[in-house]
């Protein structure tokens, strides 16, 4: 197995096993590859998320974890969040340029989370609708601008 | 090793073929030094130029190396952290210097340059372990910061660093670890000798980039940097590939005007030039909402078509319809005052538009003669044959490849004092300016023209004579220009309208 498979099955099974707090690990979580998961996060007491459910779906390429995975939002519940946009893309640091091998899946979904947990308003970015219209599929193909550290 | 050296051939033979091209142009300076010694008053390098050192990519390693040494002499850390240390000073090794001594702590210093880790978790005690990043249990090891991987995935992360994350400063694998990696850490793990060639290119470009006294020359695969004494907005030149550009933005040196006026001058032409043409010629604006308008047809009764507006105006005069009653096909309310103010605001917009055109035009005329202008050398290379074939030496034809290099040269100073002229607020100053401008135009189209048509006509000995004198006038014209606006700048005297 490469190690790329080796590390996903890995983390699959401390997911499983013991699933943080706001992490809900299905059963079918992840395809029979590894190569695509889908995990559910929960907002925290006490944020404007409160209780709601989110879908993130994550894709692996054979880099990872060296290159980045691509994370977006899913399914009928986008998050409206200052760095949500409404196709599901999400405007995170560490999902492009401060990505490192040492993050994973878990520390993801904690970090979305607690974004989430951060925002003061429940609406899109204000450049929603233009980039919505042009961007790239893939997020990771967008050039991302951190101009924001507040949220 | 080894691998480092077939990385410097590789550079050292691409240099060789940089010194053929300046044989070429040292022929060249030979033959200038003996028309100057003829009596020639001027050449046509820039009195503005600044003394400046041609870097190949080998001159700048060994520089770099040198720096670094020096520093790791005095600051006693290895090599590799001086690098980063000095990448965040800019490569200023004394301003460095005297930072570090200031310094009451000089583990502090280097913490706070991510050459020292801000906090170093405690060393296991074995050092096999589970991987993080893999998840094989095999032999770890880290940086200073203790953030342990294994070999394999300390290889692969730094590959990726440096293949696909463009850049030699690489962060500790470890998230939120701002520890930056030293070159004998990243070296020790890549051993491809492809990916360290690259590495090495990211090192020398991060060592131009950052130095405020280098700046890589603008020619595509060039290659080389030049190296200045103090940075400055002045004109150097590139020894191997003769291009001249502007130390301050890299660009074509475009003196008389300023680089921060030159950045709004191609963006503005970048933006509106062709279109603002069109729509100067073929349309109006909406008096009301100024939204444009083509009219291709019909009768003078216009309805906006911006759903917001839907103001009703008549074509000719542009005053509102109601008024024109019954004759929709002719209008006689010219002196209306509606009509009158919505047309003088229009007038305004097109008068802008108008005033910009002409400067572009201008520019632009003066940009494609330039271009034309290496036709220009081919013809006069065949008649300069032609005369070594009749009695003259090699050296006495060289004139008229340097007429036609004065031309150039005039040619390029038009086209930036069109960019310059744009900006210029008016005034006595300016009337000044444009009537140099006006004497420089005139005087480079005659020499364009004698060189385009009279070169047959002439026997020999008075084509050099009058050659030589037109292009001398030429020159003289364009230093007048250049030094009246330089005065300009240094009083600071010009006003511009951005």
Redesign the interface.
Known sequence: MD?CS??L??ELQQLSTEPPTGIICSRDIASDDLKQWRVEVVGAPGTLYEGERFTLQFRFSP?Y???SPEVMFVGQNIPAHPHVYSNGHICLS?LAD??????SVQ?VCLSIISMLSSAKEKKHPIDDAIYVRTCNKNPNKTRWWFHDDTV | MADDDDYYEQYSNSSSDGEDVDLVSEDDGIAMESEDAAGVSNNVRESQEIESRTMTVKDLTVEMRDTINDVANIVGISPGMCRILLHKFQWQKESLLERYYEATNADAFLRQAQVLPKVAIEKPISNIGDCDVCCDTTQLCGLACNHLACDTCWKSYLETKITDGNTSEIQCIASNCRLLIEDEKVLHYVTDPKIRAVYEKLQINSYVETNRLLKWCPTADCGRAIKVQQSEARPVLCESCRQRFCFGCSYEWHEPVNCRLLKLWMKKCQDDSETSNWINANTKECPKCNATIEKDGGCNHMTCRNQACRTEFCWMCLGAWEPHGNSWYNCNRFDDSNAKNARSAQEQSRAALQRYLHFYNRYMGHQQSLRLEAKLYATVKTKMEQMQQQSMSWIEVQFLRKAVDVLSECRRTLMYTYAFAYYLKKDNQSMIFEDNQKDLEMATEQLSEFLERDLENENLVTLKQKVQDKYRYVDHRRQILLKYCREGQEKEEWEFNA
């Open positions: 190690s080796r590390r099955m890995k880099q974890p060296f290159s560490i401060d990505w490192t091998p040492a993050l520390s």
